[in-house]
């Protein structure tokens, strides 16, 4: 039984989960601080591309895919601003692009496909992944609240690579689902 469980797909672990609402790396610490002011988010995740809502063809865009590089919160933000070459000039500091908040690890963030086992994501994790990014399975309600949230903030975005919608996986979800199958071991 306990062998059955390992080999279930991570897609079951991201029902229910919200998308990730982004951001371009390129975008300022102000951007980050008014969109998570806006949208009431704890975080909102970081990508390495500015081609979220730009309707590029593969050609033009180099076959370039974007990479989820972080996430950014209020704590993070605040912590940047209250250094104290960043309370002199308070503008500057807000001006700062973002990169300088992503850990230089870039194995904090790891993209997975939605068909990977659960064992593959506890792999992961174990190698140091702090943050899962999954690519969610697309449906017809979800392309209307789509719009909905592009239309909110025009430098926020939910959509990435051939307009996929993805959500997050932490080491917390991942030890609640083996808690919560533990009748089945």
């Known amino acids: 039984m306990a062998v059955s469980l390992l080999t279930g797909q991570v897609s ?3 029902l229910g989960k919200p998308a990730l609402k982004s951001l371009s790396i390129s975008s300022t610490i102000g951007d980050a601080l008014l969109a998570l002011k806006r949208l009431g988010e704890n975080f909102i995740s970081i990508w390495s591309c500015d081609q979220h809502h730009h309707n590029l063809s593969a ?5 370039k895919e974007c990479q989820c590089v972080g ?14 070459e960043n309370l002199s000039n308070p503008a500057t500091a807000l001006q700062t692009p973002l990169s300088v908040l992503i850990p230089t690890s870039p194995c904090l963030v790891r993209h997975l496909e939605p068909k990977a086992s659960l064992l593959d994501a506890i792999d992961l994790i ?9 690519p969610l399975e697309s449906s017809s309600k979800t392309s209307s609240r789509k719009k909905l949230v592009q239309g909110t903030l025009s430098n926020i975005s939910t959509l990435h690579n051939n307009n996929r919608q993805y959500c997050w996986l932490t080491q917390e979800d991942i030890i609640r689902y083996l808690l919560n199958s533990i009748g089945h071991f």
């Open 12 to 14: 079951d672990l991201c």
């Open 59 to 63: 050609v033009d865009r180099g076959f």
């Open 71 to 84: 996430k950014v919160c209020m704590v993070n933000i605040i912590c940047f601003l209250c250094k104290e």
């Open 126 to 134: 174990q190698e140091g992944a702090q943050n899962l990014v999954i």
